[in-house]
């Protein structure tokens, strides 16, 4: 009876370790994993949307905003406001940091309503996104923090990068491979994967980039040291928004 429930006639371990460990592909002699293709892909689709609303929407920005600036607005706002609630200092760089680094996160993941392998369920890509926080961390711990104090709290935060690896891999990794078993099941591949997918894929990516920002934020914040509150903030968040 097992070939009326698997689609594909392979057992259940072979069907989550395919889904987890899936062949790699040869790039000019190298041997990647299909979620370096989807990392290129995004990076791709974002370069493309920047270009053209930088070239057919900016210049048409008014005093009186029409539907479309105030959505642009409203994001930027949205970002604006998370780095204002952890520091003030270097909002030039931050704001822009964590805008990028949700929509890097929220399209890569966005992206398996198409068929293709979401960018974060590669441990690779999550660790170099963590990494890329952490060293931000080091950087502002040192300058505003002193070279002694900088390095202990480095040092303390380290976690960090740890963190938020597992964090978004597991979150990312956990959603598709439930995708993976309902297309492998016979008699749940035909209305029921299209549902959830549309489900778990926006939960997923919206809930994971927000948690990322937010979270980059209050770390960020908390070692440049400006506010006081940031610590019992953060400490609340994290417990709150482990997903």
């Avoid at 927000?210 to 610590?231: N, T």
Wanted: net charge positive; hydrophobic share 50%.
């Amino acid at each position: 009876m097992s070939y009326l429930l698997l689609a594909e006639g392979n057992t259940l371990g072979e069907t989550l370790k395919h889904a987890m460990l899936p062949e790699k592909i040869n790039l000019l002699g190298m041997s990647v994993g299909p979620s370096f293709f989807s990392a290129i892909f995004t990076t791709a689709i974002i370069l493309l949307l920047c270009l053209l609303i930088r070239i057919f929407v900016i210049p048409k920005f008014k005093n009186v905003p029409g539907k479309m600036q105030m959505c642009l607005e409203g994001i930027v706002n949205f970002f604006d406001n998370i780095i204002n609630d952890s520091t003030h200092k270097y909002k030039g760089f931050l704001a822009p940091y964590i805008f990028t680094a949700a929509c890097y996160i929220c399209l890569g993941t966005l992206i398996e309503m198409l068929g293709i392998r979401p960018v974060m369920s590669d441990i690779n890509a999550c660790i170099g996104m963590a990494l890329f926080t952490y060293l931000q961390l080091v950087v502002y711990s040192f300058i505003n923090r002193g070279p002694i104090k900088g390095l202990m709290h480095s040092v303390q935060e380290f976690t960090i990068a740890i963190s938020f690896s597992f964090r978004l891999f597991g979150s990312i990794l956990s959603g598709l491979l439930i995708m993976e078993l309902v297309y492998s099941y016979l008699w749940l591949s035909f209305v029921v994967p299209a549902f959830l997918s549309v489900i778990f894929t926006l939960f997923h990516a919206f809930i994971q980039s927000y948690v990322f920002a937010m979270l980059s934020a209050l770390f960020l914040g908390d070692a440049i040291g400006e506010k006081k509150e940031i610590l019992p903030k953060k400490k609340k968040l994290e417990k709150g928004l482990s997903v």
